[in-house]
């Protein structure tokens, strides 16, 4: 298990180097001039050299990169263009938001979808099977934009139950704040809810179909003994991996979901960012959801040795 673990820990490094080398050539090749848009329409010719002179922005490509680089492992990401501030600073800042909504997404999500995936793949081709699959194929077809919108329209405007827009820090009331989060977090859960329900559908048809589940029930085993312990430990693999492949999904539908319901997160944080053309804090917030799906899909790979005991050995 050591070994497992040691080799997953040494290939996640190699992933973040190459993560962090794309999101600083996806920046330095866009477009436009960062110093003209720090100096502003009326700066001088000096002007423009001193700052680019700042920013290194007259050295080489790969003379940039190692020293932005280096001040990454310092987890120094510079500061903002526009408003002066460092872009650690304006990430911690943000930090409690999509962490609190992407948690209670996930949270509702796993709460929902598992059981829902195990019964509909218990009962294949029946009723509830059928409507299972038709609602996660209605929910896969709908922006998340569009969904955040019906449940602002009906939720928020007609029957008032949460509020339209804004959201409460932790520090004034846990509930209050899961109570300002409910309608984006419902947004982000239905996409992410169609996913792990059907990857946890499929699994369950296809491990009932196993010998050793014959074996079970010609035993004399009741189906939620069944269906509740055996298949659905030795689905735990897959099921686990699209819950980690649906965290990318969520951070994703993130910026779209944050604007819609007006929080101040990181996916607000980086539409700013990029209709301003604010280059040091669009890759510091890429740079920080690279690092934590680099995390989450760690823990995914070592939540296999749970699931499968090859691996502990």
Request: glycine share 8%.
């Amino acid at each position: 298990m050591l070994r497992y673990i040691a080799w997953r820990l040494i290939t996640a490094i190699p992933i973040v180097i190459i993560g962090t080398a794309f999101v600083f050539m996806m920046i330095h090749i866009a477009p436009g001039d960062p110093a003209a848009l720090m100096a502003g329409d009326n700066a001088t010719p000096e002007q423009l050299a001193s700052i680019r002179r700042q920013m290194n922005l007259d050295a080489p490509l790969w003379e940039r990169f190692a020293i932005w680089f280096g001040d990454l492992l310092r987890l120094d990401l510079g500061q903002s263009i526009f408003s002066g501030q460092d872009v650690t600073t304006l990430i911690g800042q943000r930090l409690e938001v999509t962490l609190m909504l992407t948690a209670t997404a996930l949270v509702a999500t796993v709460i929902i979808a598992v059981p829902t995936g195990v019964l509909a793949g218990w009962l294949m081709g029946r009723p509830f099977d059928r409507a299972i699959s038709l609602l996660s194929g209605l929910a896969f077809s709908i922006p998340p934009f569009l969904i955040g919108y019906i449940v602002v329209y009906f939720l928020a405007l007609k029957l008032r139950w949460i509020p339209v827009q804004g959201y409460t820090p932790v520090s004034e009331g846990l509930l209050a704040s899961l109570h300002s989060l409910v309608g984006p977090s419902l947004t982000l859960a239905v996409i992410f809810w169609a996913l792990v329900s059907r990857v946890t559908r499929a699994a369950i048809i296809e491990i009932l179909q196993e010998d050793y589940i014959r074996t079970a029930r010609a035993k004399g085993l009741g189906e939620l003994v069944v269906v509740g312990k055996h298949a659905l430990i030795n689905a735990g693999i897959p099921i686990t991996t699209v819950i980690g492949l649906g965290v990318a999904v969520t951070i994703s539908g993130v910026v779209v979901t944050e604007s819609v319901f007006n929080l101040p997160g990181l996916g607000r944080l980086t539409v700013d960012a990029v209709l301003q053309r604010d280059f040091p804090v669009v890759q510091g917030v890429m740079i920080f959801f690279i690092a934590l799906l680099v995390v989450v899909n760690l823990v995914v790979d070592l939540s296999y040795v749970l699931f499968d005991p090859r691996l502990r050995k």
